[in-house]
């Protein structure tokens, strides 16, 4: 964080089992997950952003504004550009 970067993931899920909070925390130590996760079994961080498919990386600016989103995997290099470019802002 000592140059503005900070990840928060949401967990949005896809099935109802994924709702199981012991689980995501489970499978967030089995894959060594540092950052925070934000539990959105409601949806209502998911219908916020107008999320749609699974899985989405948002960038989101100091002022709470998406400058950047990516649907899928891949696209890694744009999205760390991204990240450099938005850090030199």
């Known amino acids: 964080m000592s140059k503005g970067l900070v990840v928060v993931g949401v967990h949005s899920p896809e099935f109802f089992w ?8 489970d499978a967030v130590k089995r894959f060594g997950i ?5 539990i959105d079994n409601g949806f209502t ?3 916020s952003y107008k999320t749609r498919y699974w899985p989405t990386l948002l960038l ?3 002022q ?10 891949g696209a890694y290099d744009l999205t760390e ?8 802002e």
């Open 18 to 25: 994924e709702r199981n909070l012991a689980k995501v925390k």
């Open 34 to 38: 540092l950052y925070p996760i934000a």
């Open 45 to 47: 961080i998911w219908d």
């Open 60 to 62: 989101i600016d100091k």
């Open 64 to 73: 709470g504004v998406v400058r950047y989103a990516h649907v899928g995997e």
């Open 81 to 88: 550009q991204t990240i450099v470019r938005l850090l030199g």
